[in-house]
T-cell receptor, first 109, second 113 residues
Framework: RKEVEQDPGPFNVPEGATVAFNCTYS??????FFWYRQDCRKEPKLLMS???SGNEDGRFTAQLNRASQYISLLIRDSKLSDSATYLC??????????FGGGTRVLVKP | DGGITQSPKYLFRKEGQNVTLSCEQN?????MYWYRQDPGQGLRLIYY???????QKGDIAEGYSVSREKKESFPLTVTSAQKNPTAFYLC????????????FGPGTRLTVT
C-alpha cells in the first residue's frame, strides 16, 4: 500500500461548480498535512496547510479526518485557472514529506 | 527577492556522463531536498540535508550524490550509475522546525540520450 494515495482523475468540472477529492495516508503517526498545486511542467506550490479543525482559504476548504486517515480538498465556484494537479503531502517524524501522485482537475467553460 | 533558483532549466547529456544540477536558496532555510518527478508520477525523494555538512539518503539515492558545504547551496550530481536519469529534478528548502512547509525551485529537466 502506498503511504499517500490519491485518485489521479481527471476530475472534469464545469466552471462555477464545486469539486472535492480526498487523499488517504497509511501512517497513523503523521503529524502535518498540506495541499500543493502543480501546473503542467512547473514546480509544486503550496496551496494550504491542513489543520485538525479544518481550514478555509477563499474558495478552498481543507479538512482532516484522523480517525479514517484522510484529508480532503474542496474547491467552490471553480475557475478555469484552477485547472492543475493537486498534490496531497504528509509529514511523519522528521522533516521528510511524502507526496501523493496527485489529482488532476480540469475546469471547463 | 527571496527564493530558490535552479540551473539550468533544461540539460542534455550523453549516457555515461556525470552531470551536476545547481540549487541555491536565499530563504535562510536550514533544510534542503532533492526530488525526482517522472511523467504522470508523484515526487520521489533523492537526498535531503537538514544542516550544513550533513545529508541523508532519501528513497531513491542510488546513482546520485550531493554535497552541502554552504547553507545556501545543495548541488546534486547525477552519476553514470543512475540507470534512468531522464526526469524532472526539483530542489526544495524548508525550516527545520514547524511549519515544515517546503518551497520549490523551478526545476531542471534532464534528458540523457
Amino acid at each position: 500500500r502506498k503511504e499517500v494515495e490519491q485518485d489521479p482523475g481527471p476530475f472534469n468540472v464545469p466552471e462555477g461548480a464545486t469539486v472535492a477529492f480526498n487523499c488517504t495516508y497509511s501512517n497513523s503517526a503523521s503529524q502535518s498535512f498540506f495541499w500543493y498545486r502543480q501546473d503542467c511542467r512547473k514546480e509544486p506550490k503550496l496551496l494550504m496547510s491542513v489543520y485538525s479543525s479544518g481550514n478555509e482559504d477563499g474558495r478552498f476548504t481543507a479538512q482532516l479526518n484522523r480517525a479514517s486517515q484522510y484529508i480532503s480538498l474542496l474547491i467552490r465556484d471553480s475557475k478555469l485557472s484552477d485547472s492543475a494537479t493537486y498534490l496531497c503531502v504528509v509529514k511523519a517524524a522528521g522533516n521528510k514529506l511524502t507526496f501523493g501522485g496527485g489529482t488532476r482537475v480540469l475546469v471547463k467553460p | 527577492d527571496g527564493g530558490i533558483t535552479q540551473s539550468p532549466k533544461y540539460l542534455f547529456r550523453k549516457e555515461g556522463q556525470n552531470v551536476t544540477l545547481s540549487c541555491e536558496q536565499n530563504l535562510n532555510h536550514d533544510a534542503m531536498y532533492w526530488y525526482r518527478q517522472d511523467p504522470g508520477q508523484g515526487l520521489r525523494l533523492i537526498y535531503y540535508s537538514q544542516i550544513v555538512n550533513d545529508f541523508q539518503k532519501g528513497d531513491i539515492a542510488e546513482g546520485y550524490s550531493v554535497s552541502r558545504e554552504k547553507k545556501e547551496s545543495f548541488p546534486l550530481t547525477v552519476t553514470s550509475a543512475q540507470k534512468n536519469p531522464t526526469a524532472f529534478y526539483l530542489c526544495a528548502s524548508s525550516t527545520r522546525g514547524p511549519p515544515y512547509e517546503q518551497y520549490f525551485g523551478p526545476g531542471t529537466r534532464l534528458t540523457v540520450t
